[in-house]
């Protein structure tokens, strides 16, 4: 079957004052209709930037798409036109953003902001596209949505905003929906209704997500897939059966064992040393190497391919070096 | 709302008798008077002596303010000393036309500053950006005196195509009245593009700032993602909000507006406020330049409140807040 979404080889290079730095780099993926994959990888890896150049928002200067190519249905958006692009924007691919409380204007309320997005995508007229966002409001369970239509951002709580972010997205029946992080800005308690929201949406409007989180637990609950992204680039790829059973990467294997487990104890958890290496200075070869626990000679020489483990599992590393992707 | 607005207004009334009072000892406490006008050997000293008696020079400055401040709170503003005439009736014919001539600097201003802001904004870094930068730090950096001479030599001396002075010409009453129109905007233009330029300069740079700080908020970006075209990111989403801190500029220049008015009517002949304001001081003409300190006083407050109150009606987040909960 086809695929929804096909991202080949994208690189999204920003001009820093050091040089210029490969936020994502070479990275391959793709999303099946209906489906939910799991983006996953610690801060500054590059998922944000990966959401940004899929909506060809990557904010130029300084940052740039450099190569590769994002097929939408076989549509490659790389190629589109600026005009063509807006009318995919908001429409056939939606984004929540990270941050729930910058992310609204503050001088209209949220209903018009609701409203603008369909009375631009949907034709509608004004009393038309209005009773839309009322609904909206409701299907994102916004208690009192004909009232709360005329509130401003600043009378919301961070979690009834990113309900409103939620609505807005969803507003046009988007074939996919990129949520970046859609709840880390949130307290805890809120931040497992907008996962519980999202997933009944998901159910209801039988729409593909790519979900951007640094947390497998999240993904545990409504993906299918999982991509584990390193340093701008995709490290292991499984689904989210395997990537917990039989994770390939070291790398992986650190982001599990820093999981809190109710059954396990941990004084600490396990954390993998160091960090996320800067885009201007990877290291040579593969680059986990600098912070990898099973590193080996030829780890240095050479980055690794994927490789394939499994049905639907690779793995960039040598360790599991046999057929390449 | 309207109890901000009632609260403002007490507060301004104070602050106007303030300021009057201010004025009123500090031009006492200068030196000259205005009898020096009757320095003249034909007038016998019993003469001015009467006269000042009948003026009520002669009583101690205490009691003069006394009976001042007793009859402007009566709304009588008195008698012009050189005129001889009720002050109220020089003002009658100055305000109108120092209205005339800030109202067309303050739109010239504006327009001319928002417009040019926005477009930096837009274009940042462009040719367009980089040579109105240019020319805002000139036009802000040059004195208004000077500019004012330079154009007359040009437009009114070398070209002959503009006055150089007073608010109409001669013998134009005879005129239809768009000939006498536009001999008004005519005699217009110079003065008001002079007193608005500068202004104009220092708005450009504020509301391209005020652009490029907007634009890099996350909300921008949240426009873009909806699929809006440049023009509704710009003119909907962030010009909305940067208009917001430049109406707290546009209020806080009306002093230097009205404030630069006075030299801009003396050097084109402009029978206004200011104007009448410099005569008055040099013949220390106490009565009117009180009540034009009291006119101008009033209009910055009244400037300012205005100012506050479309501050209040853009961001709603200070709207509501006023509203008490919610
Ligand atoms: N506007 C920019 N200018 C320069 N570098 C940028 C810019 N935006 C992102 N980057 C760089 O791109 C890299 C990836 O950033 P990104 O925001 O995608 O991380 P992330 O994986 O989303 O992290 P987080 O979990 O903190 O959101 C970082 O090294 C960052 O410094
Ligand atoms: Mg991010």
Redesign the interface.
Known sequence: MDKLLKVENLTTEFLTSEGLARAVDRFSFDIGHGETVGLVGESGCGKSVTALSIMRLVSDPPGRISGGSIFLEGKDLLSLTEKEMRKIRGNEIAIVFQEPLSSLNPVFTCGEQIREAIALHQKMGRKQSREKAVEMLRLVKIPDPGNRYFSYPHQMSGGMRQRVMIAMALSCQPKLLIADEPSTALDVSVQSQIMELLSDLRDAMSMSILLITHDLSVVAQMAERVIIMYAGTAVEEASVKEIFSDPGHPYTEGLLASIPRLNARVERLSVIPGNVPDPLNLPSGCRFSDRCPKREERCFAKEPPMFVAGKGHFVRCWLSEGQER | MTRFVAERLLQSVILVLIVLTITFFLMHLSPGDPMSRYDDPNISPETVRLIREQLGLDKPVPEQYMRWMASFLRGDFGVSLRFNRPVSSLLAEAIPNTLRLTIAALTLYIVIGVILGLLSAVRRYSLFDRLSTIAALFVYSIPSFWLALMLILLFSLKFEILPSSHMQSMGVSGMGWLARFSDRIAHLVLPAFVLGVASAAGMARYMRGSMLDVLR???I?????????ERSVFLK?AF??AA?PIVTIIGLSLPFLLGGAVIIEKIFSWPGMGALMVDSIFARDYPVVLAVNFVVTVMVILGNLAADIGYAL????IA?GRKAG?
């Open positions: 908020e996350d909300y970006r949240t426009a873009r993602a909806k699929g809006l075209s989403h909305r909000n917001i853009l961001d709603p987040r509501s919610k």
